[in-house]
């Protein structure tokens, strides 16, 4: 019974958030906004028995991803951004169509799983239970990962090189 | 979880105490570090507030408790000041910054592990500290060390707020530079707090206490790791070398330079606490936390030996701070950047490893720096 | 590298050397310390030793004053009611604390040595008003053996404003 008022109460504020990234005219506070939903997110980690997952989503996105966002709109200046109701025509129903369908795959894709995959998330959380499932049950993607991240590495510096000698 | 409501009514009290301690805490150690700074330049610092004439046999002067009064002097004159809001400055994000910085300032008190449990505190929070042994806000966070990486990771946040809000070029440079300084340290931090995990074979910061009691303290075994975690958090605290942030004379004092009265001191609250935190974190990881003589037989001792550690560490930062010159921005990027990641990728590496080969008994009969660990 | 860390290390072992060294400072409200011999403090009024005032309101002082400091007006003595040798004296004298420099020129101007930069330096006000010292507060005490001014005296004793130094030297 406490769970569920909880998992209400940080429904709502996950969706309203989300809802007010979204129709926030200044990018700064849609980037607060979209922390603020990060946050809640890493509570319903916790709620799940997941507190490794918690700490990883508050220090990756909430704490690295997002810092690297508010700095770009920081440098850039582009915080007074012409919001969502000036975007060209058209923009925002293909958006919201792409939006849909999006929802609808990872919908299917919970629906067909069955909810099963939490609890593969809520394992013990001593390091070494978590190296072995991260180095052997999911390796492959683990090495994906490490691949794309390094092939982004590498771009950014042939590009920063390139623009440079330009 | 019949209990949760006294669970929490028990981590409520405790967690209130803590709180209250360190930020006592927090008030002294400004105090600590006028003086020591006061007496490294060879002057006595505040001593006026807090004058209690007391004679002394064969000394002419009356003078004790010098300046015991200062930081609640400064507190109620920033509480007397004018709360001023700037004209054109982003209000709601401007209010809300010297919030956001302080809360996981005092949020990430909560897995410190204060001392090993005594029985009456046992026997009175029977669901909540019992069942995991050890004095700490939180105790059954078994993640405390990634808990503290994440607390430590929305740290930023407040700086960046207060510097875009305040619409001020000072604050916004002041706030690009700390953003950048601290996303760019955060790696060899990070880094470096896998390594006694590895050692301890826990994320949980008590396990790591116990892992030091049996194998030594873990700046004997890893000297490196635990300079590299006292540079890192000077980094992350923004503090001299690394104070870029407020320098003077080009920022007149970085992000918070709008600000004043109260919300100004919570951003100077923040960072005392910060320091209190990273000198328990340096204790507790490196410094054997809470271990020392007697404290099995009196377990509130570890308490006082965590404190004892912690202003030990503050010290070092004050010293630090008297003695060195700032750092220029480039190399404080270059040091980040091509030294401390380095050498913190590659300690992480040689020390896995180590602990792989005396695992495997290489070290046997051999009692050398890492020998103690295959046991 | 090495070099890095020794200097390093060099710096932290002065500050620490500086710690235990006991600190300079003097307590200033409690302990004062004499002023120079040459100090240039606040301005006094001289008397002669038998009480006169040497000052004779001839407003040199004012006139050399760069910071227009300074504001005298001269009244006659008579021989029943003498407050200073020769024709005049200053019945105000006023001196405002905020405008003046201290740089001694009234010092140099005064033709008898009656105005004296001293060793007093607290000179700090709650308002503009009590910036201004007057006579009264400028003037020193009656020596032991003189007379509290106005005095009356024999007339034909004091005529010369300036004294005729009897050894000059």
């Not at chain 2, 009356?62 to 920033?78: E, I, S």
């Not at chain 2, 104070?243 to 009265?261: I, K």
Request: aromatic residues 10%.
């Amino acid at each position: 019974m406490g769970n569920l008022i909880l998992f209400l109460i940080l429904a709502v504020i996950a969706i309203g958030s989300a809802i007010m990234m979204l129709f926030s005219r200044n990018a700064v506070h849609s980037a607060l906004w979209l922390i603020l939903n990060f946050a809640t997110i890493a509570v319903f980690y916790i709620i799940l028995n997941a507190p490794f997952l918690a700490m990883v989503q508050i220090t990756v996105y909430a704490g690295a991803i997002m810092v690297l966002f508010l700095f770009v709109i920081m440098l850039l200046g582009t915080e007074q951004g012409s919001g969502v109701l000036a975007t060209r025509r058209g923009q925002l129903w293909t958006a919201a169509g792409l939006g849909l369908v999006v929802l609808g795959s990872i919908g299917t894709a919970l629906v067909r799983i069955g909810g099963s995959s939490v609890q593969a998330a809520a394992a013990d959380t001593s390091p070494r239970v978590l190296a072995m499932i991260l180095f052997e049950n999911f390796t492959f993607p683990f090495e994906v990962t490490g691949i794309l991240l390094l092939v982004a590495v590498v771009g950014l510096y042939v590009m920063s090189k390139q623009l440079r000698k330009g | 979880m019949e209990n949760a409501g006294a669970v929490a009514l028990a981590a409520l009290a405790v967690g209130g105490i803590i709180a209250f301690v360190v930020i006592t805490g927090f008030a002294y150690s400004t105090l600590l570090e006028r003086k020591v700074l006061a007496r490294m330049q060879v002057r006595v610092g505040p001593n006026r507030a807090g004058y209690i004439p007391i004679p002394r046999r064969g000394k002419d002067d009356l003078r004790l408790l010098g300046g015991v009064m200062q930081p609640l002097a400064d507190a109620v004159k920033l509480f007397m000041k004018e709360d001023f809001t700037p004209p054109y400055v982003d209000t709601w994000v401007y209010n809300i910054a010297p919030i956001i910085t302080v809360f996981p300032a005092v949020f990430s008190l909560a897995v410190i592990p204060w001392a090993p449990l005594p029985q009456w505190l046992a026997d009175m929070t029977p669901h909540y500290l019992a069942p995991h042994g050890y004095l700490a806000i939180a105790p059954g966070l078994n993640v405390a060390l990634l808990f503290i990486l994440a607390i430590t990771s929305i740290e930023v946040y407040g700086v960046v707020l207060a510097g875009w809000s305040s619409n001020s070029k000072y604050a916004v440079l002041g706030a690009i530079r700390s953003t950048a300084q601290m996303i760019s340290y955060e790696l060899s931090l990070g880094l470096t707090l896998l390594i006694p995990v590895m050692i301890a074979g826990s994320l949980n910061l008590n396990d790591i206490v116990v892992s030091q009691q049996q194998n030594g303290w873990f700046i004997m075994l890893q000297p490196i790791a635990g300079i590299l975690f006292f540079v890192g958090a000077l980094a992350e605290l923004q503090r001299a070398p690394f104070d870029l942030l407020e320098a003077e004379q080009e920022l007149s004092s970085g992000y918070n330079v709008e600000y004043a009265g109260m919300r100004f001191a919570m951003f100077m609250m923040a960072e005392y606490v910060k320091m209190i935190i990273f000198s328990a974190m340096w204790a507790v990881l490196f410094l054997g936390g809470y271990a020392g003589p007697l404290v099995s037989q009196f377990p509130m001792l570890g308490a006082v030996y965590m404190i004892l550690k912690i202003v030990a560490g503050l010290f070092l930062m004050i010293w630090i701070r008297a003695s060195w010159p700032r750092l220029r921005y480039d190399q404080l990027m270059d040091f980040g950047w091509k030294f401390m990641l380095p050498i913190s990728v590659l300690n992480v590496i040689v020390t896995g490893v180590m602990i792989v080969l005396a695992e495997e008994g290489v070290f046997d009969g051999m009692l050398g720096w890492f020998g103690l660990l295959g046991g | 590298m090495l070099g890095y860390i020794s200097e390093l290390i060099k710096g932290m072992a002065i500050t620490m050397r500086h710690m235990i060294t006991p600190p300079v400072t003097i307590q200033y409200p409690e302990i004062k310390r004499p002023v120079r011999y040459r100090f240039k403090g606040r301005h006094e009024l001289k008397r002669y030793d038998n009480g006169l005032e040497k000052c004779i309101g001839c407003a040199l002082c004012a006139a050399a004053c760069p910071a227009d400091a300074i504001f005298v007006e001269a009244s006659e003595n008579t021989d029943d009611v003498r407050f200073s040798p020769g024709e005049r004296y200053a019945s105000t004298y006023e001196i405002n604390m905020l405008r003046c420099i201290f740089c001694g020129y009234c010092e140099d101007a005064c033709p008898t040595e009656a105005i004296v930069l001293e060793d007093k330096y607290e000179l700090a006000f709650y308002d503009r008003a009590s910036a201004i010292y007057t006579k009264d507060m400028l003037i020193v005490d009656v020596p032991i053996n003189g007379q509290q001014t106005p005095q009356v005296v024999e007339p034909g004793v004091f005529t010369k404003s300036i004294p005729i130094m009897e050894d000059p030297k």
